[in-house]
């Protein structure tokens, strides 16, 4: 497994995101013996970096990972979140980015992951009521007292990340960027390679669309958050069935699988950035894991490149990104 950086971490070019393991997609929490299987499995893979957060679940899947990682902790660079919960108000769903609601979620990450530090804690989503050099200011005294080693924002806007920067540095920032996401390359690459922050794409198989797996939302449990995100309803899916097979037609030229093209792409955007695609499989994993070694040629990159942006919004309400 190649490695990267993050600003000053190290990590294996290809993470593993572990949300749908305990939240949000098809099967979650129905098998943790295999989820933690799929973790040591990528433990023995070379992979260094691993991505969750407190609202997964809520609070489930940072306790999976950190049984899964065990006496293995100090190998990894785990990253997770905080937010999209208010502790003031019995846990709710709500995003909070205030310092008290940062240092109550922190203590309670650190308790469930079962370790004495996180190498990237990120504000989840941004809190407009909370000015972001207050949420940074608690970031900065959270460095310093050793609980986080650097932290990130998560959907964040240009003019946030440049003022949080200007506080402390930003070690990371998280934003959807996959074939089917290429919002970030207008602004957002751009400014993180000037100011030498790490980028953590998210999503990059498109929710498990750019694997070619997903031609109908039929075969989805009725709570999985794909049945009523945009991009899979009706007329959008249809037509965002073009970037599959386009995905699926490089595939074929590579002798290789879509997902392995799909990562192979974002791999292939520049340095300093480390995709996180989660699966709960060890199947998955292991096919996600070999797009690390698949070198696509100069016409397959260029083919990719020009697919055309997927019909419909990331989210259902986008109110919360870009702030």
Excluded: C
């Amino acid at each position: 497994m190649k490695h990267t950086t993050l600003a000053d971490l190290d990590v294996s070019r290809i993470g593993l995101g572990t949300m749908g393991m305990s939240a949000y997609y098809t099967g979650a929490q129905a098998d943790d013996a295999e989820s933690i299987r799929t973790i040591h499995r990528a433990l023995d893979l070379g992979v260094t970096f691993f991505d969750t957060a407190e609202t997964y679940g809520p609070y489930v899947n940072e306790e999976l990972l950190g049984k899964a990682l065990g006496n293995r902790r100090d190998q990894v660079v785990v990253a997770s979140k905080f937010g999209n919960i208010k502790h003031s108000e019995g846990d709710a769903r709500k995003i909070d980015g205030s310092p008290e609601n940062l240092r109550v979620a922190i203590d309670g990450s650190l308790r469930r992951l079962g370790t004495d530090r996180i190498d990237i804690y990120y504000q989840h989503r941004m809190d407009p009521s909370v000015p972001i050099e207050d949420t940074v200011g608690t970031f900065k005294e959270l460095v310093e007292a050793g609980k986080i080693r650097g932290y990130g924002l998560s959907e964040a806007a240009v003019s946030t990340i440049r003022r949080a920067h200007a506080v402390h540095p930003v070690t990371a920032v998280q934003t959807e960027y996959s074939l089917w996401t290429r919002d970030p390359e207008a602004e957002l690459l751009p400014l993180l390679r000037e100011l030498g922050i790490g980028f953590v794409p998210y999503s990059p198989l498109g929710r498990g669309f750019l694997t070619g797996a997903i031609r109908s939302t039929d075969s989805l449990d009725a709570s999985d958050f794909r049945r009523t995100n945009p991009r899979f309803e009706g007329e959008n899916l249809q037509a965002n069935l073009r970037i599959v097979d386009e995905v699926e037609a490089v595939a074929a030229d590579a002798g290789v699988t879509a997902a392995q093209v799909a990562l192979a792409w974002v791999l292939a955007q520049g340095e300093h950035l480390a995709p996180i695609p989660g699966t709960k499989r060890v199947q998955r994993l292991e096919e996600n894991v070999a797009a690390d070694g698949i070198t696509l040629t100069p016409a397959q990159l260029e083919r990719l490149s020009a697919i055309e942006p997927a019909a419909g919004d990331r989210y259902a309400d986008m109110s919360s990104i870009d702030r």
